[in-house]
């Protein structure tokens, strides 16, 4: 299993704190120890300077007072210490404190030049010498070498305790940077835990979508879930329309062949009614359940051929009239036999035959189907003369299962799978008051 988003976060920032720090604490542990030690150096160029200032001549050599001002070169071991010595390395003089301090050798420094060297004279010695040229008034010049010598002892011991003192800072400062990541953190990732909660809440049905109020960061994430289970649902939704639909599909062809069976007649013509039945009813299978795994419609006309109305109608009229044969049902197919659409065939037959069939239920005597078109559209009008759809009712009757009409046996259903197949052809199902005295349906479907 992966790591979660904030152990990786808290693992990477903790370790990017102690590098930054520790970086930062070495840099500046090594600018105070050289600080340190060029005010060292420059405290023994001042030394050097004070003892040039304190030097004598004494017949052509250079001499020292028995007592230096600063007490430190008079007092034994102190940790300052002062040597002069000829060109040739012996010593003339050595400062009071310097008497036990033990250096088997001295550098030879270059006259006019400074140089700094670490010994170990009974402990760690930063020594600065310099080469001068002792010329006096009238005489010969002479060449000595001049060492001033500092005890780092307490140099060491500063750095030392600024060392200590600056990890115990850093480790402090650590761990309160550690602490507060881990607040901002857990303020930060605020917006997946509430992601992860809601989408729970969705899973057991106490939500229907995850809310608005998320980060610019996650707004394109929530809003393609939303989408993504608005369309899961849309989908489940259709599967049951579906199996409602197809249960409302295969109706009338049940009745037709429970009709065929109860009925006598001419046996080989029952027959052919019989078989363009159950062919129809396995088409309407397919049909249906190819409808609730994917789309249908218009969506590209020129790849569906064209399907003749008049015969299509021709076809559902006599299979009505033979199911509603105790009607009488006087029938009119205005449709010319010019007029063709680009649809399925199957489509066509499932909104013709539901909106034809309610015409048949509701009609007294007579139904009729006429069809007009124009550069931009295709009307299909189906009329009959029964009682109508009141006025109040018609906002209502094109919901899925209601109904207007409850005397015939029924689910409600005609309508909408019409409708849903003529929407999905981006056309529009209209009701209205027929000319013959009942009902009009109304079928716009769109030529371009």
Known sequence: MAPSIRKRLLVSLTLFIILSLGLSGYALDHAFRHSAETALVEKLKAHFYSLLAASDDDNGKLVMPEQLSDPLFNQLDSGLYAIISTAEQQETWRSPSAVSLNIPTLPKTDTGQFRLQHLNAGGPVLMLSYGIIWEPEEGIERHYQVYVLQSTQTLLSEIAEFRASLWRWFCGIAILLIALQGIIMHWALAPLRRLAKEIQAIESGQKEQLSDRYPAELTTVTHNLNVLIKNERHQRQRYRDTLADLAHSLKTPLAILRGLTLKSGNREEDQQSLSEQLARMDEI????????????????????????????????????????????????????????????????????????????????????????????????????????????????????????????????????????????????????????????????????
Not at 321 to 337: F, G, L, P, R
């Open 285 to 448: 299978v397919s049909h249906q359940l190819q409808r609730a795994s994917a789309k249908t419609g218009r969506s590209n006309p020129l790849s569906i051929p064209p399907v003749r109305l008049k015969p299509l109608a021709d076809k559902l009229l006599r299979t009505l009239s033979k199911v509603y044969a105790d009607k009488a049902v006087e029938t009119v197919n205005n449709i010319a036999d010019n007029f063709n659409y680009r649809a399925d065939e199957r489509d066509l037959l499932e909104v013709l035959g539901n909106l034809l069939d309610n015409a048949f239920k509701a009609c007294n005597r007579h139904v009729s189907i006429t069809a007009q078109s124009d550069q931009r559209q295709l009307v299909i009008s189906i009329n009959d003369d029964g009682g109508g759809i009141p006025e109040a009712q018609l906002s209502q009757v094109l919901g899925r299962g209601n109904r207007a009409d409850t005397r015939h046996p029924g689910q409600g259903l005609g309508l909408t799978v019409a409708q849903d197949i003529i929407q999905s052809y981006h056309g529009k199902l209209t009701l209205g008051r027929s000319r013959l005295g009942g009902a009009q349906v109304q079928v716009e479907l769109p030529l371009t």
